[in-house]
């Protein structure tokens, strides 16, 4: 199939990318590299530097590569800012999505891949299913759930085809192709620069949650395995109009329980700063994945939280 990748050269999307190639799939990646890598784009993909703030720059990159399908990664990711500055949140996500869907209709792109997350849910000591309580604690989640919204009336409108994944929280590497935002945010990469001397400490925000241990819960999925499900849930639009679907592993690590993880794969030592909390995190976040996994036959290959930490690990050491 003919693809676009739009933020096809950050973290989730690079190994996306990868993943489709290696599936077949004819791969164009159009990113602004805000945050991507150039170098994290598949050689086999053809890459369009351009800006989905552009609504000319998104119409070219269609004309040009008439997709069949369109995966879209692109957007602001990091909660903590959504609550300092949710215009910007607003803009890029929601606003420039509309660019997006706006140009699938002009040029009748029927297939859309859409990267949700698990901040759209209210926090819950059960495990998420498509069908918990909806209430996001950030407007980072806020912004993804108005997506989700437009996302169902382009559908109904216009027959765009759609799939909606929610992800938890993506972590590790694939290859070459791993987690290297900046500022980094998300806490493997953060404890494993504090192991490898990059930071002074990995801070904990908030150990009096209602959790065993009084620090957050998070369910960690394999950025591969991520992936996987993206190539899955294309196929799925061939015969069904829509899925939307929460990825994760189905067990939750608190914040603590992933330092020790990083503490025993790289038998560093680690400074740990205990802190207050920080607005907009739920106490606890962990998926109920099984309507993926009976729909699209999905199924992680990597949930153990050691091999986790150790394949981003080993990507952060090269
Ligand atoms: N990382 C996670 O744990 C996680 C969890 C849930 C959902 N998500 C969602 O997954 C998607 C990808 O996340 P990621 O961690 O790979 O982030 P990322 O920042 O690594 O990737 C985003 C990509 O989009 C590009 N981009 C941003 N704005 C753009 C614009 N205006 N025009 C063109 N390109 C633009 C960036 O340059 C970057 O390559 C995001 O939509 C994010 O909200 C991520």
């Given at each position: 199939m003919n693809i676009l990748v739009v933020g096809g050269a950050g973290y989730i999307g690079s190994v996306t990318s990868q993943l489709l190639v290696e599936a077949g799939h004819h791969v164009s990646v159009f990113d602004?590299?805000?945050?991507?890598?150039?170098?994290?784009?598949?050689?086999?993909a053809q890459f369009i530097r351009g800006d989905l703030a552009n609504q000319a720059e998104i119409d070219a990159a269609i004309k040009q590569v008439q997709p069949e399908a369109i995966l879209h990664f692109a957007a602001l990711i990091e909660a903590g800012e959504s609550m300092k500055n949710p215009a910007k949140f607003y803009r890029t996500n929601v606003g420039y999505t509309l660019n997006l869907l706006d140009a699938c209709v002009r040029f009748e792109v029927k297939k859309l891949v859409f990267s949700s997350t698990a901040a759209i849910f209210a926090a819950s000591d059960a495990p998420i299913s498509e069908n918990s309580h909806i209430e996001p604690a950030n407007c980072y989640g806020e912004t993804k759930l108005t997506v989700e919204r437009m996302l169902k009336w382009f559908g109904q409108i216009h027959g765009i085809r759609y799939s909606v994944l929610r992800y938890f929280n993506a972590c590790g590497a694939y290859g070459t192709r791993g987690e290297a935002h900046t500022p980094e945010t998300h806490l493997i990469p953060l404890t494993l620069q504090a192991a490898m001397g990059q930071r002074p400490a990995i801070n904990i925000y908030?150990?009096?949650?209602?959790?065993p241990d009084g620090t957050c819960i998070r369910d960690y999925i394999h950025v591969a395995d991520l992936g996987s499900a993206h190539v899955l849930a294309l196929n799925y639009l061939a015969d069904h109009p829509t899925i939307t679907c929460n990825l994760g592993n189905g067990t939750g690590y608190s914040v603590r329980e992933v330092i020790d993880a990083a503490l025993e794969v790289t038998g560093r030592e680690i400074k740990v700063v205990e802190g207050p909390r920080r607005p907009g995190d739920a106490a606890r976040l962990v998926a109920a994945s099984d309507l993926a996994r009976r729909e699209l036959g999905w199924q992680p290959k990597i949930p153990s939280l050691a091999d986790i930490v150790a394949s981003a690990w080993q990507f952060m050491q090269k």
């Open positions: 602004n590299l805000s945050t991507g890598h150039r170098d994290a784009v598949p050689d086999q908030g150990t009096d949650y209602a959790t």
